[in-house]
């Protein structure tokens, strides 16, 4: 009987059982959850933006100001996969992605102040000895 009834104990990361959030550092499960509610409102912002601009200006803005709406789009998918990544079981060799953190914090230029705190969060956690000892694990 390779795994035990659905009312045991998880044993934990190290006996190839499923790596859980309830496994991981509180302060990676906050990276994980902001980045993942980041990404999403990012993808809202991005489709509200692009149809906003789309209708106001009757199709025309499509060619020379839509391109610009989809950025934070872009952004948020990337965001998605970096949090499905960290969720992963079992658990995917990653590292910190200062760029993803950098980049949320310059979609205050689209006007996304959750965005902006997400990415100072994220490098603020990123320097934790609890985090980096997270992203130092062997894979």
């Given at each position: 009987m390779e795994n035990p009834p659905s009312n045991s104990a998880n044993p934990g990361p190290g006996s190839g059982w499923a790596y859980n959030l309830a496994d991981k550092p509180g302060k990676v499960n906050v990276i994980i959850l902001l980045t993942l509610i980041s990404g999403v409102v990012n993808i809202f912002l991005a489709l509200a933006g692009t149809s906003a601009v789309?209708?106001?200006?009757?199709?025309?803005?499509?060619?020379?100001?839509?391109?610009?709406?989809?950025?934070?789009?872009?952004?948020?998918?990337?965001?998605i996969l970096y949090a499905f990544d960290l969720m992963?079981?079992?658990?995917?060799?990653?590292?910190?992605?200062?760029?993803?953190?950098?980049?949320?914090?310059?979609?205050?230029?689209?006007?996304?102040?959750?965005?902006?705190?997400?990415?100072?969060?994220?490098?603020?956690?990123?320097?934790?000895?609890?985090?980096?000892?997270?992203?130092?694990?062997?894979?």
């Open positions: 789309v209708l106001g200006t009757l199709g025309i803005g499509l060619i020379c100001c839509a391109p610009l709406t989809v950025l934070p789009g872009a952004l948020g998918i990337f965001e992963a079981t079992p658990p995917k060799p990653v590292r910190p992605n200062q760029t993803i953190a950098i980049l949320e914090i310059l979609t205050i230029l689209y006007g996304n102040i959750l965005g902006a705190v997400t990415g100072i969060v994220a490098l603020v956690l990123y320097s934790e000895p609890e985090v980096k000892a997270y992203f130092a694990r062997p894979a």
